[in-house]
């Protein structure tokens, strides 16, 4: 069983920055691809950004040039920094992994934008 916490949300000012971190613990083998999701209230959970073991990643178009996921897999911990904040970034992000078939969740943190 994998488990997925997150940590580092909170709230930050529009064009501020801030890091998020999810720290894996379970079991797992071979490649993974790890990522966050956001969910802002009333709207459907959305791709933020993806990456694999390797180290390739995908960005979603909203958060390109703003976002950067990374990993390290000797901690088993991804992050997303997130800078240039905007209002619209607001909203719960949530770690998950793939895996072997198998997709697992955190929890989530709350990510608020506002002046």
């Known amino acids: 069983q994998v488990q997925l916490v997150e940590s580092g949300g909170g709230l930050v000012q529009p064009g501020g920055s801030l890091r998020v971190s999810c720290a894996a613990s379970?079991?797992?083998?071979?490649?993974?691809?790890m990522g966050w999701y956001r969910q802002a209230p009333g709207k459907q959970r959305e791709l933020v950004a993806t990456i694999t073991t390797e180290g390739r990643t995908i960005d979603a178009d909203s958060v390109k040039d703003r976002f950067t996921i990374s990993r390290d897999n000797a901690k088993n911990t991804i992050y997303l920094q997130m800078n240039s904040m905007k209002p619209e970034d607001t909203a719960i992000y949530y770690c998950r992994q793939a895996s072997s078939g198998r997709v697992y969740w955190g929890q989530g943190t709350q990510v608020t934008v506002s002046s």
């Open positions: 379970g079991s797992t083998s071979g490649s993974t691809t």
